[in-house]
């Protein structure tokens, strides 16, 4: 089980809440935010992302993960035009944020 920052998700069961509310999660969203959640606080580029959310090591779209992220940031009530849950590091990757302040 993960909690950060109100968000919980529970990979065995395959559940998300913010808060108290549950989110549904598509499958591939579920496990995007898996994939971020488990590393909350560090930088995750986009072709780990690839690798492990779409198990392929080359681009079917280069939108796929800007697309699955504004629903996923829309669904845990995260403002696209000011995340403050999932920020984009450019040129490097997602970061789920701690909620923490970060150095550097």
Known sequence: MFDVQGV????????AW???EEVALSRKEFDLVHALIA???EVVSRDELMREV??????????TIDVHLGWVRRKLGDNPQDPH???????????????????G
């Open 8 to 15: 919980r998700l529970d990979p065995e069961s395959r559940r």
């Open 18 to 20: 913010r808060g108290t």
């Open 39 to 41: 590393r909350a606080g």
């Open 54 to 63: 779409w198990n392929t090591s080359f681009w079917t779209s280069s939108k």
């Open 85 to 103: 849950l999932i920020t984009t590091i450019r040129g490097r990757g997602l970061r789920f944020e701690t909620g923490e302040p970060t150095s």
